[in-house]
């Protein structure tokens, strides 16, 4: 079974930054795009950023210039550097990656996400 463990979420202060880890472990055979959504209370899941197995990020308009989404392929991993914090980023950060186990069949997998709170 393939598995995504996020990680990296905290309290911190507007202005302030946060760098979120995601891993994924099990049968891969190979991953896809990785993302990071979040959602706050109210509100629907939405894509904060993404990044292409080639590399190619995309990030929603709200977050560009302030975060960096980057992958390490030889980790399996994803992460979200998150600069010059905002009340307005705080939400659950869910990791999302399209992977294909070893069965060569691709699906959404996602991890339990964690909390990022923004306050002062």
């Known amino acids: 079974q393939v598995q995504l463990v996020d990680s990296g979420g905290g309290l911190v202060q507007p202005g302030g930054s946060l760098k979120l880890s995601c891993a994924a472990s099990?049968?891969?055979?190979?991953?896809?795009?990785m993302n990071w959504y979040r959602q706050a209370p109210g509100k629907q899941r939405a894509l904060v950023a993404g990044?292409?197995?080639?590399?190619?990020?995309t990030y929603t308009d709200s977050v560009k210039g302030r975060f960096t989404i980057s992958r390490d392929n030889s980790k399996n991993a994803v992460y979200l550097q998150m600069n010059s914090l905002k009340p307005e980023d705080t939400a659950v950060y869910l990791c999302?990656?399209?992977?294909?186990?070893?069965?060569?069949?691709?699906?959404?997998?996602w991890g339990l996400g964690t909390q990022v709170t923004v306050s002062s």
């Open positions: 999302n990656a399209v992977i294909s186990s070893t069965t060569r069949v691709a699906r959404n997998y």
């Open positions: 990044i292409t197995s080639s590399g190619t990020t």
């Open positions: 099990g049968s891969i055979f190979s991953i896809y795009g």
